[in-house]
């Protein structure tokens, strides 16, 4: 072979390897990219939605108008919202209940949301040892069931609060949802108790309220941080075990509540272990959405809700691989 064909040997199976190799590493940049575009893209096993008490102290200051929660919500990028019935009490006492649902169901449609439940406060205790005010409590609570059902939300949250031994609240509160779910079942609606302090922060309490209520549009919304169950001056003087209280309240979930605190510099936050809690929510068999309820104070409510949703996602993909 003389070196003029020897060099032209050469060159080409340098230049059939230099295709092979580029095409090689292309195809390995590209499957890498692919790997890592799925692994952003895969679903986690719940959705998130925004509870309105997250931005509470915007509203209640007069920097936000109630019926702007749709508005807001979207634009933070959420496409389902949570009602809190007591940041519009002066609009259904200026306008009405029905007038105020006509609003905000324009709203959530305009701005493409959907309504999933009303937390209700302040209609009485329908736990109460008042035969009376148990029976007005129910009554009250029946117009946020027609709400909700107007709204198309598939619940109301409630609470069970009341007076006496752990024994005495338990039976009245047996029996005041008793009467409020009998409606509620009419309306196609749901009633939630959220561990929302006094026995309702007793998972073991509240999981037997369920269990004798025993009717299948009753059921919990388990919030992460709500479990003092006695409070002092000062903060909490008896409280119950989040982790093992969440657990005990799953099994009749409806909803969930995100309860966030303030951050670490790991975006992690400070009171809630959020991995061990949605394990215990995925174990569960949950796969609804999550509300974000921010009640922090080291940032402003746009910027905790945007950490407890970085937060979510996180670790929801962590639990989903």
């Given amino acids: 072979m003389n070196t003029k064909h020897f060099m032209y040997s050469a060159t080409r199976i340098i230049i059939v390897l230099s295709i092979f190799v580029f095409s090689a590493c292309k195809k390995s940049k590209e499957n890498k990219a692919s790997n890592i575009t799925e692994e952003i893209e895969a679903p986690i096993f719940f959705k998130i939605s925004l509870a309105q008490w997250s931005l509470h102290k915007k509203i209640g200051s007069g920097k936000m108008n109630p019926f702007d929660f749709a508005k807001e919500a979207h634009a933070l990028g ?11 009490n002066k609009e259904v006492n200026d306008l009405g209940i029905d007038e105020v649902v006509k609003k905000l169901k324009a709203e959530s449609e305009k701005h493409g949301v959907k309504n999933l439940l009303i937390m209700v ?3 009485g205790n329908l736990a109460s040892n008042n035969e009376d005010h148990l029976n007005t409590a129910v009554e009250n609570h029946k ?9 198309g939300c598939h619940s109301i949250r409630v609470n069970a609060h009341g007076e006496g031994t752990y024994e005495e609240v338990m039976e009245q509160a ?7 779910s009998e409606y509620a079942e009419t309306q196609g609606i749901n009633v939630l ?9 007793n998972g073991q309490w ?4 369920m269990q004798k209520v025993n009717k299948p549009n009753c059921g919990t919304l388990p919030d992460f941080g709500n479990f003092c169950i006695k409070r002092k001056k000062d903060g909490c003087e008896e409280a119950y075990d989040k982790y093992k209280g969440v657990k005990e ?6 909803a969930v509540s995100a309860k966030s605190y303030d951050f670490d510099e790991k975006g992690n936050d400070t009171r809630i272990d959020y991995l061990k809690m949605l394990q215990t929510v995925k174990d569960a068999g949950y796969s609804g959405f999550i509300g974000i309820e921010y009640e922090g104070n080291m940032m402003s409510e746009e910027k905790g809700i945007e950490a407890t949703k970085n937060l979510l996602l996180r670790v929801g993909k962590q639990l989903s691989k």
């Fill in 78 to 88: 959420f496409e389902a919202i949570e009602y809190v019935s007591g940041l519009y």
């Fill in 121 to 123: 406060d302040g209609e």
């Fill in 143 to 151: 117009k946020w069931v027609d709400a909700a059902k107007a709204l």
């Fill in 174 to 180: 047996v029996i005041g949802l008793g009467k409020l």
């Fill in 193 to 201: 108790v959220e561990n929302h302090g006094g026995y309702t922060s």
């Fill in 206 to 209: 509240l999981a037997a309220v």
């Fill in 249 to 254: 309240l799953m099994p009749y979930a409806k």
